[in-house]
């Protein structure tokens, strides 16, 4: 089973350009990567998603190195209004979301 | 139309009570999904249904018992359950149910179970 290992937490500022990093060693072969964000009792929204190398949309960008047992998304300048949950996810055998990673954005 | 809607937003639900839980998409989605979050913990996939027809039960007790009446509309109907089940359970869609879709979600209806 492909099992995701995020960071718990982490702190930034407004401004700043945020990398989380998600590990997935036992990634397959036709496997996507997908990212989401979930705000307090709301649904988790989707952000990007990738296969290979890097992609970027209005919101984020994605980098997966050839290997892809990990990938990195990254926010350029978040705001406050960044500050949620992120969670990587994987699909293997089933649709198992790692546990996710709280970003805190401050003044 | 992107939206997927839950409903009711709240419910509260005795041990004996029999109630369910609504899901609707108008995106032409031919996979729809519950997940139940309880609080501080990623959210766990119960159920899934591709075509309308269930797909996959991620060996959910029994006195959850999802239905899928069209491709629009799921169902979770709820039975006897336990004061631990409380929590928010969200439901959400996809094109289908294939290894590079991205999921829409609902906002969600938050259960307590008393």
């Known amino acids: 089973l492909a099992k995701t290992t995020q960071p718990i937490s982490m702190d930034s500022y407004e401004g700043q350009e945020v990398n989380i990093t998600c590990s997935h060693n036992?990634?397959?072969?036709?496997?996507?990567i997908t990212w989401y964000q979930q705000f307090p009792s709301q649904g988790p929204r989707f952000i990007i998603q990738?296969?290979?190398t890097k992609v970027t949309n209005e919101v984020a960008s994605l980098f997966i190195p050839a290997d892809r047992k990990s990938s990195t998304l990254s926010l350029p300048r978040v705001s406050l209004s960044d500050t949620a949950v992120y969670y990587c996810?994987?699909?293997?055998?089933?649709?198992?979301f790692g546990k996710g990673t709280m970003l805190l954005v401050s003044p | 139309d992107t939206e997927v809607t839950q409903t009711p937003k709240h419910l509260v639900m005795g041990m004996t009570n029999k109630k369910s839980l609504k899901c609707e998409q108008h995106?032409?989605?031919?996979?729809m999904y519950w997940y139940k979050q309880k609080a501080k913990k990623p959210p766990e996939l119960m159920f899934v249904?591709?075509?309308?027809?269930?797909?996959i039960n991620e060996s959910v007790p029994s006195r959850f018992s999802p239905e899928c009446p069209n491709s629009s509309l799921l169902n979770l109907h709820l039975h006897a359950l336990q004061p631990e089940d409380s929590a928010l359970y969200l439901c959400?869609?996809?094109?289908?149910?294939?290894?590079?879709?991205?999921?829409?979600f609902g906002p969600g209806t938050r259960l307590l179970v008393l």
């Open positions: 959400a869609s996809s094109q289908d149910y294939s290894r590079g879709e991205t999921q829409y």
């Open positions: 036992n990634i397959a072969t036709n496997d996507y």
């Open positions: 990738g296969y290979k």
């Open positions: 996810l994987v699909r293997a055998s089933t649709l198992t």
């Open positions: 995106m032409g989605h031919r996979a």
């Open positions: 249904y591709s075509y309308e027809k269930l797909s």
